[in-house]
């Protein structure tokens, strides 16, 4: 049983546009999220997290929303570049805080 | 950020061979990962590691090992590699982030093992 779903396997964007990426959990214990950027045979680049205190936090043209009462969680990249595309990965971890629970990944895309 | 090192980044091996993925960081971090990573799939821990001469099984059944004799090593090794065990093998260290109050796990660019 999956307890972190990134629902949309792959995402087309064109350059300039905004992009969102989506993000649903199950377990309500998880209380910190994380993005990562990951390129085909690269280890995945840590980008931006969000700890469930909070509902928004914001790295220059990335942004995360957290809507706990939904348990869904959306990256934000505007404007959207070329370089933004590689499989962005979500991740979340609770008690353990250390043990991180990955989606299977959405493939964006920027077109110019 | 971590700077993390794995070696090698690609191997091509036989079966029954016995093999070691190296993982080095330089960041003095307590906490090591490894993760095992197939296309189009998510990241399973196997191994961690929360300092010298402590390790424990991931998440995901594996049948690598781990040692944690340095803070800066934690070497995976197959006794005896098999194709089920081709894979991407990915290797983090983690950070506590005052910021966030939270841990935030740094990766090495990973070991594409092919096993024939």
């Known amino acids: 049983d999956q307890q972190v779903k990134q629902n949309s396997p792959s995402l087309s964007v064109q350059e300039g546009r905004i992009s969102i990426l989506n993000c649903d959990y199950t377990n309500s214990m998880f209380d910190y999220f994380l993005w990562y950027k990951k390129y085909p045979a690269e280890g995945p680049t840590f980008l931006i997290s969000i700890s469930s205190i909070k509902d928004k936090n914001e790295d220059g043209r990335f942004t995360v929303f957290l809507n706990k009462s939904a348990k869904h969680l959306s990256l934000h990249i505007v404007p959207s570049q070329p370089g933004d595309s590689a499989v962005y990965f979500c991740a979340a971890s609770g008690n353990s805080a250390d043990k991180l629970i990955f989606g299977t990944g959405t493939r964006l895309q920027v077109f110019p | 950020e971590a700077d993390i090192y794995q070696t090698p980044r690609y191997l091509v091996i036989g079966t029954g061979k016995k093999i070691t993925l190296e993982c080095s960081q330089t960041?003095?971090?307590?906490?090591m990962y490894w993760y095992q990573q197939d296309p189009g799939m998510e990241l399973h821990l196997i191994h961690y590691?929360?300092?010298?001469?402590?390790?424990e099984k991931g998440d995901l059944s594996s049948e690598s090992t781990v040692s944690r004799i340095r803070t800066e090593h934690f070497p995976l090794t197959l006794e005896s590699a098999r194709p089920s065990h081709t894979s991407q093998y990915l290797c983090?260290?983690?950070?506590?982030?005052?910021?966030?109050?939270?841990?935030?796990?740094?990766f090495g660019p990973g070991t594409r093992l092919t096993v024939l």
């Open positions: 983090a260290s983690s950070e506590y982030l005052s910021g966030e109050g939270q841990d935030t796990q740094y």
């Open positions: 590691s929360y300092g010298v001469n402590s390790t």
């Open positions: 960041m003095g971090h307590d906490k």
